[in-house]
Nanobody
Framework: QVQLKESGGGSAQSGGSLRLSCAASTYLYDSFCMGWYRQFPGKEREGVAAIDKDEVTAYADSVKGRFTISHDNSKNTVSLVMNNLKPEDTAMYYC????????????????????????????WGRGTQVTVSS
């Protein structure tokens, strides 16, 4: 069983920055991708950014150019640096490990089926709140 421990998040003003980090409790095989998803109140989770073992990244259109996902010290850790934050970025952010992702792409990140795949076969962190004030 893989546990994902998130840190970071909190509050920022519009235009500010925050950093989220996530560490997996065990080694993740090469087929795993890691990513960040967010959920607005009353809405389904949506993909924000993902990275695979080859460092290929994908971003949602709403965050492209503002957010950067990367592995930290190992392929079992991932960070999300969020710059130029907007009030509409306010949400609960979840770290995810997807064992069947293999290669990330914008299409798979933004397809709701990826969330269902993680629900069925992957792992989620407990979530961290990000609040951006105007």
């Amino acid at each position: 069983q893989v546990q994902l421990k998130e840190s970071g998040g909190g509050s920022a003003q519009s235009g500010g920055s925050l950093r989220l980090s996530c560490a997996a409790s065990t080694y993740l095989y090469d087929s795993f991708c890691m990513g960040w998803y967010r959920q607005f109140p009353g809405k389904e989770r949506e993909g924000v950014a993902a990275i695979d073992k080859d460092e290929v990244t994908a971003y949602a259109d709403s965050v492209k150019g503002r957010f950067t996902i990367s592995h930290d010290n190992s392929k079992n850790t991932v960070s999300l640096v969020m710059n130029n934050l907007k009030p509409e970025d306010t949400a609960m952010y979840y770290c995810a490990a997807d064992p069947y992702c293999i290669v990330v792409s914008h299409a798979t990140l933004t397809n709701p089926s990826s969330i269902r795949r993680i629900d069925d076969h992957g792992f989620w962190g407990r979530g961290t709140q990000v609040t951006v004030s105007s």
